[in-house]
């Protein structure tokens, strides 16, 4: 029987061991020590940003970011709606209200129109949000120029959710780099992987001093354990931060191999008809974290859901794109704005589409049967 083909499996480049070794042999077994320093210096100088702080998770680094823009008890917080739910969730926990906001569908990601909308009934309404959080869909990057337009117009400061876009680029700078903190995360089917982690960047340096006192539980300068405000157990253990140097090393080939796994993906199913792929926006550099396509019902009569049970049938894991989150049960009666009066963007592509398997590993022959699978289902039937 063939492996199971995954949709991004982590990818190691050998030298994990390495670091790892080093962590051991010098006994730093805790969430502090070299490899933690190391790996915050070497992603920040890799993005280009002054600082960054190595936290537990992506969603811990969302969740500080708020934290120190100020974020609290009913305050508001646009975020895009398109996206998984760690996005979301550290709105949350701090006790404030997400409004969602909807695609556009040249990147997928938050929609301008939509963003101005929300601006303008948030104006009217006397209350406007603390925060916006960006996201970066599957490695490709939102339109920068004209979100960061509309919210500093409203001096509203952002995040950049770029949990799926490190070594993305927008117009030539690294993405993650846009909004006053950007956010990764290195969960274990992201293009980079420590298992499990994450990282805030800025330029800020104060503020990321103060992230790391709020991650290792906002303890007071004594020599007792004294603690004036409540704080986190977010910090990054120094042998996972090992892990991550060495990720950070090959970073650029996981990249290229994204999308070559991406061109041969256009190669082998691009003349199917009603089959699309996510687009790359000129002045873009997806790093193709997840191939995706999706499927118009007016000209092929297979279901997302049904091409994915046929790749399931040949052990192949493919997976329909995130389900928006004004959609999800638990949102229900958060405020969301769409793209236009007819077309809500976020629900076509969460109906259209599939995302098929990307991992860098993947090897050429196994590609090449995810492709037959897909040609099998998609051609027998129209
Ligand atoms: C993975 C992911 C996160 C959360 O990262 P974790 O490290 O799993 O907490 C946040 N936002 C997006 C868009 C993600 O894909």
Redo the contacts with the bound molecule.
């Keep these: 029987m063939a492996d199971r083909i995954l949709l991004s499996a982590p990818h190691m480049s050998g030298n994990e061991q390495r670091y790892i070794n080093e962590a051991f042999e010098t006994n730093w077994i805790a969430p502090l020590g070299p490899n933690v320093n190391a790996f915050e210096e070497e992603l920040a100088s890799y993005v280009g940003m002054k600082g960054a702080a190595a936290l537990s998770?992506?969603?811990?680094a969302?969740h500080l970011a708020l934290e120190l823009i100020g974020v609290g008890k009913d305050d508001r917080v646009f975020c895009s709606s398109l996206?998984?739910i760690?996005?979301a969730n550290p709105i949350v926990y701090l006790g404030a209200e997400p409004v969602f906001i909807d695609s556009e569908p040249d990147t997928w990601n938050m929609s301008p129109n939509a963003l101005k909308r929300a601006f303008k009934d948030a104006e009217q309404e006397g209350r406007l949000p603390k925060a916006v959080i960006i996201?970066n869909?599957y490695g490709q990057s939102a339109k920068m120029d004209e979100l960061l337009e509309i919210c500093e117009q409203y001096d509203v400061t952002v995040v950049e959710?770029a949990?799926?876009s490190l070594g993305s680029e927008y117009k030539g700078k690294k993405s993650g780099t846009f909004g006053k903190y950007g956010?990764y995360?290195?969960?274990g089917n992201?293009i980079i992987t420590t298992s499990?982690?994450?990282m805030l960047v800025s330029d800020d340096l104060e503020a990321l001093e103060r992230a790391r006192f709020l991650a290792t539980q906002a303890r007071d300068q004594a020599k007792h354990y004294q603690h004036s405000v409540t704080g986190y157990n977010y910090r990054l253990s120094n042998i996972l931060a090992g892990v991550g140097r060495a990720q950070l090393e090959v970073l650029d080939d996981r990249v290229k191999e994204k999308r070559e796994i991406f061109n041969r993906y256009v190669e082998g199913l691009g003349d199917i008809e009603g089959l699309e792929f996510m687009p790359e926006l000129e002045g873009t550099f997806s790093n193709r974290w997840l191939s995706v396509i999706t499927l118009d019902p007016e000209k092929n009569s297979v279901s997302p859901y049904e091409l994915i049970d046929a790749l399931e049938a040949e052990n192949i894991e493919a997976r329909p794109v995130w389900k928006p989150l004004h959609m999800q049960p638990v949102f229900e009666g958060n405020k969301f704005f769409v793209h236009s009066e007819n077309d809500t963007v976020s629900e076509r592509l969460f109906i259209t589409g599939v995302c098929l398997p990307s991992g860098s590993a993947m090897k050429e022959d196994e590609q090449a049967l995810v492709i037959s699978v897909i040609r099998k289902k998609l051609m027998g039937a129209t």
């Excluded at 998770?57 to 811990?60: E, F, K, N, Q, R």
């Design positions: 998770s992506g969603t811990a969302i996206t998984f760690a996005s996201v869909l959710d949990a799926e956010v995360s290195f969960n992201k499990g982690g994450g």
